[in-house]
């Protein structure tokens, strides 16, 4: 990785993007809705920023790729493109979800299925959450069971983040808790059960813009589990799985070999899977 080459594109992206603001937007304020637009617009570059790094240093010409889901994938699938039409390269992509299906599509990139690649050079994606051994909270977009089975037939799994997602341990960042996909018959006694086990609340999440609860792509509920205290996440992951109901968890437990963070200050750090 070349962190110079990141640091001097973030300083000058950035300079060019506060000068194409509005004056009011440049010149400090103590507005909360200033601070928040400014917060705002440093994130979205420290996802790019990351995902500009990760499709740099991890994809090469021939491979299958793993395609995540979230906002931080748009900027990659956005390099992505740049790459394939700028070096002729020969990439199949392989989607998360309904949404990086369309991502591929949009782009004009070669779509594909784990029926026709069922092993994967790499995947990248996004995550809600990261802690110091790199367990992952994903789920936030309600397609954790499509990315963890993509990521696990990938030879490398490759996470992207802005400075928000990182943290020492799980639940200091991320208050929404651990989303789990479940049959939709099943969700109360599962909500009952990892209560009743894990302590906290599994609470069914409910739709924004429609009545009724969030439907997967998978036609499931997804329950977010409020923890109380952080845990072995590789048992709790695997108990939870046994409940009958239970699809799949949002936590991805020794999966991701390396992670992106881009950060505040326009660089990029990395952070890889510890070595036991």
């Not at 603001?21 to 790019?48: D, F, I, N, W």
């Not at 599962?190 to 792509?217: Q, Y």
């Not at 239970?246 to 070999?257: D, I, Q, R």
């Amino acid at each position: 990785m070349r962190p110079r080459r990141w640091l001097e594109f973030a300083v000058s992206s950035r300079r060019s993007l506060l000068l194409s603001l509005p004056g009011k937007h440049v010149r400090s304020s103590s507005s909360s809705s200033s601070r928040r637009h400014h917060g705002t617009l440093m994130a979205e570059e420290a996802k790019k920023l990351a995902a500009y790094a990760a499709v740099d240093n991890h994809i090469q010409n021939n491979q299958v790729v793993g395609v995540g889901s979230g906002s931080t994938i748009v900027y990659a699938v956005d390099r992505l493109t740049e790459r394939v039409r700028q070096e002729k390269l020969n990439i199949v992509c392989v989607p998360t979800s309904f949404q990086a299906r369309q991502l591929i599509l949009q782009h004009g990139l070669t779509l594909s299925d784990l029926d026709r690649h069922p092993e994967l050079d790499v995947a990248i994606d996004g995550a809600d959450e990261v802690d110091a051994a790199l367990t992952l909270i994903k789920g936030g977009g309600g397609c954790l069971t499509q990315e963890k089975i993509v990521a696990g037939c990938a030879k490398h799994f490759i996470v992207i983040a802005d400075y928000r997602k990182d943290s020492k341990a799980l639940g200091q960042q991320w208050k929404k808790g651990v989303p789990v996909e479940v049959i939709p018959m099943a969700y109360v006694p599962v909500s009952r059960a990892i209560a009743r086990r894990f302590g906290g609340e599994a609470v069914l999440r409910m739709a924004v813009s429609k009545a009724g609860p969030v439907v997967t792509d998978n036609s499931n509920f997804i329950l977010d589990w409020k923890f109380e205290h952080a845990q072995n996440w590789k048992e709790v992951s695997t108990a939870i799985k046994m409940i009958p109901g239970v699809v799949e968890t949002g936590l991805f437990v020794g999966m991701a070999e390396r992670v992106y963070f881009g950060m505040e200050d326009g660089s990029v750090e990395t952070r890889d899977h510890p070595i036991n």
